[in-house]
Nanobody
Framework: QVQLVESGGGSVQAGGSLRLSCTAS????????MGWFRQAPGKEREGVAA????????AYAGSVKGRFTISRDNAKNTVFLQMNSLKPEDTAMYYC????????????????????WGQGTQVTVSS
């Protein structure tokens, strides 16, 4: 079993920055895809960014491209999401997810493909 714990959420003003972290523990292997998803009240969960096991391949939602950066430190079993130029529409609960195995760029944002999830961390951006 895999456990994921997120941290780093909070409240910021528009234009500010936050850095989210997610650490995996348990039956982990570095051969996996790790992703960040978010869900705002009344909206469906959406993929924000994902990264392959090597850290070389990444993918982003169009709404965050150029503002958010995903990275990982395999030695620490941790994935990061650096969020810059935050907007009120970025307000949501952010979840870390893990998908064992290979990188599938066509389905990186399909939440059903990720069997392991963290509990979420709230990000609130005020205007």
């Amino acid at each position: 079993q895999v456990q994921l714990v997120e941290s780093g959420g909070g409240s910021v003003q528009a234009g500010g920055s936050l850095r989210l972290s997610c650490t995996a523990s348990g039956d982990t292997s570095s051969w996996n895809t790790m992703g960040w998803f978010r869900q705002a009240p009344g909206k469906e969960r959406e993929g924000v960014a994902a990264i392959d096991s090597s850290g070389i391949s990444t993918a982003y939602a169009g709404s965050v491209k150029g503002r958010f950066t995903i990275s990982r430190d395999n030695a620490k079993n941790t994935v990061f999401l650096q969020m810059n130029s935050l907007k009120p529409e970025d307000t949501a609960m952010y979840y870390c997810a893990l998908r064992p195995g290979a990188w599938y760029p066509a389905s990186w944002s399909a939440d059903v493909k990720y069997p392991y999830w963290g509990q979420g961390t709230q990000v609130t951006v005020s205007s």
